[in-house]
Nanobody, 126 residues
Framework: VQLQASGGGTVQVGASLKLSCAAS????????VGWFRQALGRERDLVAA????????YYADSVRGRFTLSRDNARNSVLLQMNSLKPEDTAVYYC????????????????????WGQGTLVTVSS
């Protein structure tokens, strides 16, 4: 699976952005797609994940209520709608895919993800 992340940019506090993670080569049907972010000097952490087949979702506490995942079947893409953005959301965002057979309990560990897209930079200025 090849992943292509897009949609980053520079916005002001309180604005919205929508990131997209498109797959080619295979569909997401047997995968969970996670969005990770890495701020300068920080670890790469999971912020949200969605299991394609049943739309089971996970959100980190820091983004719950502001970020929303959805899937675009026609484009074989996962969308991350980010609202009420804060300066602390500034980071490079990466999408990644993990096979469902790995188990839902493993989605938080980035080492379990086999497929990665390139990062897309989100900058929130105050």
């Amino acid at each position: 699976v090849q992943l292509q992340a897009s949609g980053g940019g520079t916005v002001q506090v309180g604005a919205s952005l929508k990131l997209s993670c498109a797959a080619s080569g295979r569909t997401f049907s047997s995968h969970t797609v996670g969005w990770f972010r890495q701020a300068l000097g920080r670890e790469r952490d999971l912020v949200a994940a969605i299991r394609w087949r049943d739309v089971l979702t996970y959100y980190a506490d820091s983004v719950r209520g502001r970020f929303t995942l959805s899937r675009d079947n026609a484009r074989n893409s996962v969308l991350l709608q980010m609202n009420s953005l804060k300066p602390e959301d500034t980071a490079v965002y990466y999408c990644a895919a993990i096979e469902n057979r790995a188990g839902w309990s493993r989605i938080s560990n980035r080492d379990n993800y086999r497929y990665w897209g390139q990062g897309t930079l989100v900058t929130v200025s105050s």
